[in-house]
C-alpha cells in the first residue's frame, strides 16, 4: 500500500508559479510510476504529468503543458514535486497525484492503483 498526502497548493495570479508536493509513505517511490492528474469543475480529470520515482527516469508530459510545468522526484524524501511555472486561469483545479506500480507510463486513470486526496490550485486573472 501506498499513501499519498499532496500540498502546496493556493490563489495566486496570472503569471505566478507554485510548487505541488506529492509525499509518499509505505512503500518507496523507486517501484511506481507517479502521475499528476487535475480536475475543474465541470469537466473530466486530466492528466498532467508522469515520472517514474527514481533518479535515472524520464518524465511525460501532457503536450499542451509541456514548457510551463516541470516533475521531479526526490527518492530519499519519497516525495514527487510539479513545478508550475507562468500558471494561468484555465490551470485552476484540484491536483491530485496517483501511483501506478509495474513498468512502462501511462496517461490512464484506470492504471493507477493508489490515489491521493487533491490540492487546489486557483490562479486570478
Known amino acids: 500500500q501506498v499513501q499519498l498526502v499532496e500540498s502546496g497548493g493556493g490563489l495566486v495570479q496570472t503569471g505566478a508559479s507554485l510548487r505541488l508536493s506529492c509525499a509518499a509513505s509505505g512503500r518507496p517511490l523507486s517501484n511506481y510510476l507517479v502521475g499528476w492528474f487535475r480536475q475543474s469543475p465541470g469537466k473530466e480529470r486530466e492528466w498532467v504529468a508522469a515520472?517514474?520515482?527514481?533518479?535515472?527516469?524520464?518524465?511525460y508530459y501532457a503536450d499542451s503543458l509541456k514548457g510551463r510545468f516541470t516533475v521531479s522526484v526526490d527518492y530519499l524524501k519519497n516525495t514527487v514535486f510539479l513545478q508550475m511555472n507562468n500558471l494561468k486561469p484555465e490551470d485552476t483545479a484540484v491536483y491530485i497525484c496517483?501511483?501506478?506500480?509495474?513498468?512502462?507510463?501511462?496517461?490512464?486513470?484506470?492504471?493507477?492503483?493508489?490515489w491521493g486526496r487533491g490540492t487546489q490550485v486557483t490562479v486570478s486573472s
Open positions: 496517483a501511483a501506478r506500480s509495474g513498468e512502462g507510463w501511462s496517461d490512464a486513470e484506470n492504471q493507477y492503483d493508489y
Open positions: 515520472i517514474r520515482g527514481n533518479p535515472e527516469s524520464g518524465a
